[in-house]
């Protein structure tokens, strides 16, 4: 059964032949501008949204990470420094460009899940879960290149004399095996789980 019928004039009628139908009463000039301005609102409403999602204050507004990851992170160079710059929480988790921003924000759908379902609603279940969910964030972040820790360091940013000896051979060695940068950077902003193995090491 379709949504469609013929009047006298043999003309469709219904609702999707009146969507394809041009306005009797609106001008197609106003159409358009009313549409452009539409889409110009919408976007901008949809575009604050995904930025306020990738706040501090939005990641730590639920009590699971503001009791557990977050204060591990206050302890670290990316939270407090001698130049006063800073990383939040969505400059190494959520992508910059917007189909990889997008992407993650699918991906954080489950998280919200978890949230709801009370996965690591206390201490002891976030411990419980804590290597399982480092392992997909550290795969995450392989198969990406550490795209997100590249947006502030690179290979070609760094003066290997201003480094001490020992990081100046690994980085020697990361560029040769062409390695990236979570390989050898595992808890560098947050605890390593317990129950880590060699290869989670790297």
């Not at 609106?26 to 995904?50: I, P, Q």
């Not at 992170?73 to 921003?101: E, L």
Request: aromatic share 8%; glycine share 6%.
């Amino acid at each position: 059964m379709t949504d469609q019928s013929s009047d006298n004039s043999g003309r469709k009628t219904g609702f999707l032949a009146s969507l394809r139908r041009p306005s009797a009463k609106y001008s197609l000039l106003t159409l358009l501008v009313v549409g452009f301005f539409s889409g110009v609102f919408f976007w901008g409403g949809f575009n604050t949204a995904m930025e306020a999602t990738n706040t501090l204050e939005f990641c730590i507004s639920c009590h699971e990470m503001k009791d557990n990851v977050y204060q591990e992170y206050k302890q670290t160079i990316h939270y407090s420094n001698r130049t006063g710059v800073r990383a939040v929480c969505s400059d190494c988790h959520v992508p910059k460009d917007w189909t990889h921003k997008m992407i993650r924000k699918i991906q954080a759908s489950k998280e919200v899940w978890g949230k709801i379902t009370g996965v690591i609603d206390t201490k002891e279940k976030f411990e419980e879960n804590r290597l399982r969910l480092a392992r997909n964030e550290w795969a995450r972040m392989k198969a990406s290149d550490s795209r997100e820790c590249r947006n502030c360091h690179s290979f070609d940013g760094m003066n290997p004399e201003a480094q001490a000896k020992r990081a100046q051979k690994s980085h020697t060695f990361a560029i040769e095996d062409n390695m990236t940068c979570i390989d050898c950077h595992k808890g560098i902003a947050h605890n390593k789980p317990e129950g880590m193995t060699e290869e989670d090491e790297g």
